[in-house]
């Protein structure tokens, strides 16, 4: 009888000593990580929401990751726009010389040898690449968006695949080569590739037709500017709208993180307490055990 009363209490004993321990364990492990529930069953509904909030994060890192590359490739083409919109105006510029009547023929060829190099920057810029080493104005093609011959032709596609930013939002993350620089006059089809080469050319020739042509490519050039122009306000816009979504997003993350902590976080102070609560239980039981099991009626069953 004895024998089983001594096995009794130190496996109570034994058993209370680790229940505190592991309850101890478990109070220092949510004061370091910030976190109540370590497992479903500690509070079931919590931890359902708190599986929907982890997968709106991870949605939400995708969703800024394409918002990242969008604006990388809108902002690579913002620039080349505006490098764009700079090269028209210099050509508009030497259209306007090239028209003086007083000018000689190796004047003008002079001014044509320069048109032909702006045309051939355009064709670089139109080639640049994106983020992904793609021409920047070429759609979704992976090669260049023009090759050039008599005249520059696209060969990229005809559209730029939207990306995904957030709650159902997309963006286009570019514009294609027509889009920046096909437009028509007078009811013709033309493209600034065509506007300076044809000018070029005509001033290379020289004689009146060389002023002529001059005096007509203004209106193209000027046509050519606003189509440019356009294009820059279509991707400010775009951008735009990425931020806006950035910073939706943001806000979004925040309440997120704030309810997470609400569900799921644990109160340091409160936890702090309850641990110096349970140390202290544990510390008197694992003193009374000692005390107990130094009995006489201990020692002499020893």
């Known amino acids: ?37 370590e497992r479903s069953s500690d509070d079931p509904v919590a931890a359902a929401r708190l599986r ?24 690579l083409a913002d620039q080349s726009l505006s490098s764009i919109a700079d090269l028209v ?11 003086a009547a007083t000018l000689s023929d190796e004047q003008r060829g002079a001014i044509g040898i320069e048109i032909k190099g702006l045309r051939e920057s ?20 992976t090669g260049a968006a023009y090759t050039d011959g008599v005249n520059a032709q696209f060969v990229g596609t005809q559209a730029v695949d939207a990306l ?43 004689g009146n037709a ?8 203004l209106t193209s050039l000027d046509a050519g500017l606003e189509k440019v122009s356009t294009a820059q306000t279509v991707i400010g816009s775009r951008l735009n709208w990425v931020d806006l979504m950035t910073e939706r997003r943001e806000n979004n993350a925040e309440r997120v993180a704030d309810e997470r902590a609400d569900v799921g976080g644990a109160d340091i102070a409160v936890t702090m307490s309850r641990l110096q609560e349970t140390l202290t239980v544990l510390e008197a039981t694992q003193a009374s055990f000692v005390r107990l099991s130094n009995l006489s009626l201990f020692s002499m069953l020893r």
């Not at 105006?89 to 028209?99: H, K, N, P, S, T």
């Open 210 to 217: 060389a002023s002529q042509a001059s005096s007509d490519a």
């Open 1 to 37: 009888m004895i024998n089983l009363s001594t096995g009794a209490f130190f496996e109570r004993s034994t058993q209370q000593i680790g229940v505190l321990r592991a309850r101890a364990e478990t109070l220092q492990s949510q004061i370091g990580t910030g976190e109540r529930i």
């Open 89 to 99: 105006i210099r050509a508009r510029e030497l259209a306007v010389q090239g028209a």
């Open 164 to 206: 995904e930013i957030g709650e159902g939002q997309s963006v286009v993350p570019g514009l294609t080569g027509p889009e920046v620089f096909d437009f028509a006059v007078d009811g013709t089809d033309t493209d600034l590739f065509a506007v300076l080469g044809n000018l070029a050319a005509a001033l290379k020739a020289g």
């Open 122 to 141: 355009l064709l670089s810029l139109a080639n640049s690449r994106n983020i992904a080493g793609h021409a920047l104005l070429g759609g979704q093609a």
């Open 52 to 75: 929907m909030l982890a997968r709106s994060d991870r949605m939400a890192t995708v969703d800024t990751r394409n918002s990242q590359l969008a604006e990388a490739d809108l902002k």
